[in-house]
């Protein structure tokens, strides 16, 4: 369910009194594992909509089970500064090679890396298990759950949201719809004859749970979808070991 920051705002200084990156309020990112879809805010407006992929096993922040974190997170690292768009990231370095989207065969991170802190006990461990917002050449399935615990981007997405969002960003990872908000409104100003595009901060709005739209009966609960990760999770773990044995 998505909460205003004002509702945690103390729960949150409490716990980023432990991140190394200050919180930077006026961004925000919102990401619906129902819609999946990241929702950039700026000061209370919406930005920008960006198709993602949470992950496939589920959400959790439990060790060894390959999902995705729920709650509120923060930015911590931003890595790829002067990547090109489908460059390789392994260990979270550049390997050198570049790949165009839907490259047959290959699942690797690729041009941008956000790496978010978790805020809440739901998520502490979200940083050491490397959960990011990332690229990714697998574009096709995108829209749908098919990562390993990150949030996947598009890559030419993902670069033009890394060049939005702060150190400190807030980051909501939800499993409900993205609110329903207002795009910001640019305003044109002329100055010295030249018209000028201006977006003006609005005040934040206070949002409550009535402005998601209603989920259709037939959808998951959170604590299903926690216990269909776990049991993919160790589906996973337990093929990956016998494929080591043979």
Known sequence: MFRPLAVIFT???????????????SSQLIISVRD???MLLR?????????????MFGLGDAWGRMTTPLGYLAVEKKIGDAAPVGAVFHNRRMTGEVLQPNAPGRDPITTRIIWLRGLEAQ?????????YIHGTPEEKKIGRPASYGCIRMKSSDVAAL?????????????????????????????????VV????????PQISATT???????????????MAGALAGARQKAKLAANKRL
Not at 219 to 226: G, K, N
């Open 11 to 25: 729960l949150i200084s409490a716990a980023s009194a432990f991140a190394i990156a200050p919180l930077d309020t």
């Open 36 to 38: 999946q879809k990241l």
């Open 43 to 55: 000061n209370g407006e919406k930005v920008a909509i960006y198709p993602v992929s949470t992950s």
């Open 123 to 131: 998520n502490a461990h979200a940083y050491q298990r490397c959960i």
């Open 162 to 194: 890394y060049k939005q969002v702060p150190l400190g960003a807030v980051v909501q990872v939800i499993p409900d719809r993205l609110p329903k908000l207002a795009k910001a409104k640019a305003r044109q100003e002329t100055s010295n004859g030249i």
């Open 197 to 204: 595009a201006n977006l003006t901060p609005q005040p934040q």
């Open 212 to 226: 998601l739209a209603t989920p259709p009966s037939s959808s998951l609960t959170v604590e299903q979808m926690r």
